[in-house]
């Protein structure tokens, strides 16, 4: 844990965007989309936090996604990428893990979402597991995904909740302890960027960590990528670079057939 909280640290200091910007990404997806999307409150402890959670269009039951938020909160980016998972065929549930607070700009959510006790944190998708499983459209099978900060939560929490089929973890820090690595209940599967060494360079470690623990690890680094490249490399993001977008759509493709091996 301490590695995801150097990497919280640095992200946050390197971000120059705006939390408007990370706000308003990715409205033009929601406001179109024809699945159905709400937002539920869950009980975490002795608190009620907020939930997105997003239904696919299908006549069975689902798989749910439990979805872990970038340092950012839950913008509407991430809500986006919901959308997308859903149009996919799984349900998302992304819990709102900065509920009740209120931040000016990117910087101050990123600050907040690094102050965020463990435990708190573990309550809360220990809650949105629960829920999930319950719902009536659920086929019973849970997996969890996360991107930067959330990405490094994904692959912990596979340490933590034994009933995840799978985890993916986007760019997040890998597990750096025989102990978690241990732990691991289910396949992890690595979504990183070839220019993310703050990043990259916990993958070698956790890979000794996995094989010796008998464990499932597949991380796949993404050529002329930078980290976040599954926001930067949006289609409607004006100022998108190449590698990121080619990034994106390969782990898409990846992704979506590793969900479709969901059951």
Same mark, same amino acid.
């Given at each position: 844990?301490?590695?995801?909280?150097?990497?919280?640290?640095?992200?946050?200091?390197? /971000?120059? +965007?705006? #939390? /408007?910007?990370?706000?308003?990404?990715?409205?033009?997806?929601?406001?179109?989309?024809?699945?159905?999307?709400?937002?539920?409150? +869950?009980?975490?402890?002795?608190? !009620?936090?907020? #939930?997105?959670?997003?239904?696919?269009?299908?006549?069975?039951?689902?798989?749910?996604?439990?979805?872990? /938020? *970038?340092?950012?909160?839950? !913008?509407?980016?991430?809500?986006?990428? &919901?959308?997308?998972?859903?149009? $996919?065929?799984?349900? #998302?549930? %992304?819990?709102? +893990?900065?509920?009740? /607070?209120?931040?000016?700009?990117?910087?101050?959510?990123?600050?907040?979402?690094?102050?965020?006790?463990?435990? @708190?944190?573990?309550?809360?998708? $220990?809650?949105?597991?629960?829920? #999930?499983?319950?719902?009536?459209? &659920?086929?019973? !099978?849970?997996?969890?995904?996360?991107?930067?900060?959330?990405?490094?939560? %994904?692959? @912990?929490?596979?340490?933590?909740?034994?009933?995840?089929?799978?985890?993916?973890?986007?760019?997040?820090?890998?597990?750096?302890?025989?102990?978690? %690595?241990?732990?691991?209940? &289910?396949?992890?599967?690595?979504? $990183?960027?070839? $220019?993310?060494?703050?990043?990259?360079? !916990?993958?070698?470690?956790?890979?000794? +960590?996995?094989?010796?623990?008998?464990?499932?690890? *597949?991380?796949?680094?993404?050529?002329?990528?930078?980290?976040?490249?599954?926001?930067?490399?949006?289609?409607?993001?004006? *100022?998108?670079?190449?590698?990121?977008?080619?990034?994106?759509?390969?782990?898409?493709?990846?992704?979506?057939?590793?969900?479709?091996?969901?059951?």
């Amino acid at each position: 844990m301490k590695q995801i909280a150097i990497a919280i640290a640095a992200f946050v200091l390197a /971000q120059s +965007l705006s #939390a /408007q910007e990370y706000k308003d990404f990715g409205k033009d997806r929601l406001n179109s989309s024809p699945r159905h999307g709400e937002w539920v409150d +869950l009980k975490s402890g002795d608190r !009620t936090i907020k #939930a997105f959670v997003v239904y696919p269009e299908r006549k069975d039951k689902a798989p749910v996604v439990i979805v872990i /938020q *970038e340092i950012f909160g839950l !913008t509407d980016w991430l809500r986006s990428l &919901c959308d997308e998972l859903a149009e $996919n065929g799984v349900i #998302a549930i %992304a819990p709102d +893990l900065l509920s009740g /607070q209120k931040y000016e700009d990117g910087d101050a959510a990123g600050k907040a979402t690094h102050a965020l006790p463990k435990e @708190q944190v573990i309550s809360d998708l $220990n809650a949105a597991a629960d829920y #999930a499983l319950k719902i009536p459209a &659920c086929n019973g !099978t849970l997996a969890v995904c996360g991107f930067c900060w959330g990405g490094g939560w %994904a692959f @912990q929490y596979a340490s933590i909740n034994p009933k995840l089929k799978a985890a993916y973890s986007f760019y997040g820090v890998a597990v750096d302890n025989a102990d978690d %690595a241990k732990k691991i209940v &289910c396949p992890v599967y690595g979504f $990183n960027a070839e $220019n993310d060494e703050r990043v990259d360079a !916990t993958i070698p470690k956790a890979e000794e +960590l996995m094989k010796a623990a008998g464990k499932k690890y *597949e991380p796949v680094i993404y050529k002329g990528a930078g980290h976040g490249f599954m926001r930067s490399g949006e289609p409607m993001n004006p *100022e998108v670079r190449e590698p990121d977008k080619k990034a994106r759509e390969d782990a898409w493709a990846r992704w979506k057939k590793l969900l479709r091996e969901l059951h």
